[in-house]
């Protein structure tokens, strides 16, 4: 058996493998292929070599979904095991100095293109390789290609890459414009009986590589046999490389469709392994699930600690804006904290989770190691997971129903789990995506592109819907955009999450104010049966009282906004914001948070927290002020503002953690006045009475 140690998807049905091989790696030449089998009733599959490291002792495998057999492979993982590979098997590529050589390769036939054109090149050739596919995404190894080419040349039939066209089009075209000695084309049979026919008609050498139906790969059976220049030849043992022109394109077309019924039945049994999978994932009774909750017994579960978030450190992190400050949980954390759910019978941690994630199966999933199936059960239910994972108030929800909290023991950290989950999915370049419904032609809007629109475009995009997203702002994200600081949620984090609803189908609107740019009567002139609101609740609410527009007073939304989405403190920015030296927040909740200490990383030497009540708790990744950067607190209520010249000095009355104002004073000190019996004083940063 051979362990696969690579994976990587070029596109969502093309993948490259690295396996385990030293043996064929070490005898390996351009042009070799292996017989791979998947399963012990698996179909023997011939595959061409792409690539070997002989010091890994590995080969490179590309592989695309077509039949069963291939799919079967495509779906295995890094650190599965492919039944059996044999090889290298076949003739060797003739490489020599031909001069002028052009490689035509088609969809996944570049793959074994590539060691061909590194040999022409090595072997002293002028090589021109034209790469085709039907799109953009289905051209692959386009960089390993040109660093051996003197050329590239990329053809896509819908226009959406390079040039609009098929091969035979490049291919001419380089033919018409210089002497060509030699041609090089694999890919599809059609593809390369119309190459063949273009080149003939130009009396140009043609080599091809054919990858015909095979069983053993040996010689032995002559399943593969096919005719070249009126000769019967095996393409195992002879090939896979012949004269093109020799070759008897029709017939073989017809012996590799002999099974095609036959195939087509057999790629439903997928289905029912695909349904049986998924509900494995989610089954409390799956064989798995049992073992693991047999592996430890409840007391030993509930005595291990919660695991502590991993952050960055404190004096470092209060002067830097766009590193994130909790740094997520290890593989071997999220494990052990993994084990620490019981695996209720009746979760009730479920019942304070919005969107209904089947908390127990993801959580389990990550306990056996298996992180990527974790990433696909929250998937079913949860458009933004890895967002999720860091800004929803959990200790509120899903983590105040769970079982130890009546057991006197800390709740699972259901948040930093799922974080982990998605963050490890997303590191790992194989991102899934949910089963989507067939299109049901039916076009829906939204209006505002915050985690309730993304959210809600994500769940119709699933059901088949055809959802456009309407934003005003120049930025796809909303609050998750222009509210929360970079170092809670990076924007790189919320862009794959938007990129992933997009390969949903979600198309994204910028710069478009319904009722403004368009009316909803327009949308509904359109063609949108169903407009869903989710303008979000941005205003600001002012308190109406005496000098609240002062300057330098910002409510902490325009605050925020200046920093977060216009990036007013990167010096090449044009928006300009106000870099206070004392800086006093009033409010307790998320929104004052992240005020205060965004102010204390734009240089503030003194940042305040100002709020009636100082028990809210902040969403999950919010670090308390004191700790995130020495940041003094004063649980006061104030009651109006008097405006010194250039010095405004504060009394408020408002404790609405939706309404909390920033105070950003630039120059000299400035004094605040509190509902208190006696005056309090502000002496280095320090409430004192």
């Known amino acids: 058996m051979n362990k696969i140690v690579g994976k990587e998807f070029f596109s969502e049905k093309v993948v490259k493998l690295e396996v385990e091989a030293p043996l064929i790696a070490r005898s390996r030449k351009a042009g070799h292929f292996v017989i791979v089998r ?81 040999a022409l090149k090595a072997a002293g050739n002028r090589v021109i390789t034209v790469l085709a596919g039907r799109t953009k995404e289905l051209i692959i190894l386009e960089k390993e290609m040109r660093a051996s080419s003197d050329e ?27 002497k060509v000695d030699k041609c090089f084309a694999i890919g599809p049979a059609i593809m390369m009986k119309f190459v063949c026919l273009l080149t003939k008609k130009y009396d140009i050498p043609t080599d091809v590589s054919l990858n015909t139906i095979m069983v053993d790969g040996t010689g032995m059976c002559g399943a593969c046999r096919i005719t070249v220049g ?184 259901i948040g930093y789990l799922e974080r982990f989950a998605a963050d490890y999915e997303r590191e790992s370049g194989q991102i899934s995506l949910p089963e989507v419904a067939q299109p049901n032609g039916i076009k829906v809007a939204v209006i505002g592109s915050g985690p309730a629109g993304l959210s809600f475009a994500g769940d119709m995009a699933k059901l088949g819907y055809e959802v456009t997203v309407f934003e005003a702002l120049h930025e796809i994200g909303g609050v998750l955009k222009y509210g929360i600081p970079e170092f809670r949620l990076p924007n790189k984090i919320v862009d794959v999450e938007i990129e992933n609803l997009s390969k949903l189908g979600v198309t994204f609107v910028k710069d478009c104010i319904v009722g403004k740019t368009i009316s909803v009567e327009d949308l509904k002139a359109d063609g949108f049966q169903g407009i869903f609101v989710a303008s979000g609740a941005g205003l600001p609410n002012f308190m109406n009282i005496p000098g609240e527009n002062s300057i330098n007073i910002m409510s902490s939304n325009e605050y925020l906004t200046r920093v977060n989405l216009m990036d007013a403190a990167n010096p090449e920015s044009d928006t300009p914001v106000a870099f206070g030296k004392r800086v006093a927040v009033i409010g307790g909740g998320n929104t004052a948070m992240d005020s205060v200490r965004t102010a204390k990383r734009l240089g503030a030497e003194k940042a305040m927290i100002s709020a009636k009540r100082l028990t809210v708790q902040p969403a999950s990744g919010t670090v308390t002020p004191k700790v995130s950067a020495m940041i003094g607190m004063m649980p006061t209520t104030p009651i109006s503002v008097f405006n010194i010249p250039n010095t405004p000095s504060v009394r408020m009355n408002i404790n609405k953690w939706l309404c909390l104002f920033l105070v950003d004073i630039l120059m000299f000190l400035f004094y605040l006045r509190f509902d208190l019996k006696n005056a309090s004083s502000l002496s280095n940063g320090i409430f004192r009475s």
């Open 38 to 118: 998947v399963g012990e009733k698996g179909e023997r599959m011939p595959l061409t070599i792409a690539e070997a490291d002989v010091k890994k002792g590995t080969i490179t495998l590309v592989v695309q979904e077509v039949g069963l057999s291939s799919t079967k492979l495509c779906q295995l993982e890094v650190g599965d095991y492919i039944t059996d590979v044999v090889g290298p098997l076949g003739q060797a590529t003739h490489i020599e100095k031909f001069g002028t050589v052009v490689c035509a390769g088609g969809g996944v036939g570049v793959a074994p293109m590539l060691p061909i054109v590194q």
């Open 152 to 178: 590239v040349i990329i053809m896509t039939d819908d226009g959406s890459y390079g040039q609009k066209g098929l091969v035979t089009e490049g291919v001419e075209a380089v033919i018409l414009r210089e």
């Open 230 to 413: 009126g000769k019967t030849k095996f393409v195992c043992v002879d090939g896979p490389e012949f004269d093109g022109h020799q070759v008897d394109f029709d017939e073989m077309l017809k012996r590799m469709g002999a099974f095609k019924e036959i195939e087509r039945e057999e790629i439903h049994k997928l289905d029912h392994l695909e349904e049986a999978h998924a509900a494995a994932l989610n089954d409390r009774t799956a064989p798995w699930r049992e073992e693991l909750r047999k592996a430890m017994k409840p007391k030993e579960r509930t005595a291990i600690p919660r695991v502590k978030m991993n952050e960055l450190d404190p004096e470092y992190r209060s002067h830097t804006r766009l590193e994130e400050v909790n740094q997520g949980l290890t593989a071997e954390q999220a494990r052990t904290e993994a084990s620490r759910c019981l695996d209720c019978a009746n979760p009730t941690c479920m019942t304070g989770c919005p969107v209904g994630i089947n908390i127990p199966s993801f959580i389990k999933n990550i306990e056996r190691g298996e992180f990527l199936e974790a990433a696909k059960v929250l998937k079913e239910t949860s458009a933004l997971p890895a967002v999720c994972g860091r800004v929803c108030p959990q200790e509120k929800q899903c983590e105040s129903k769970c079982i130890h909290l009546k057991m006197g023991h800390e709740a699972v950290a």
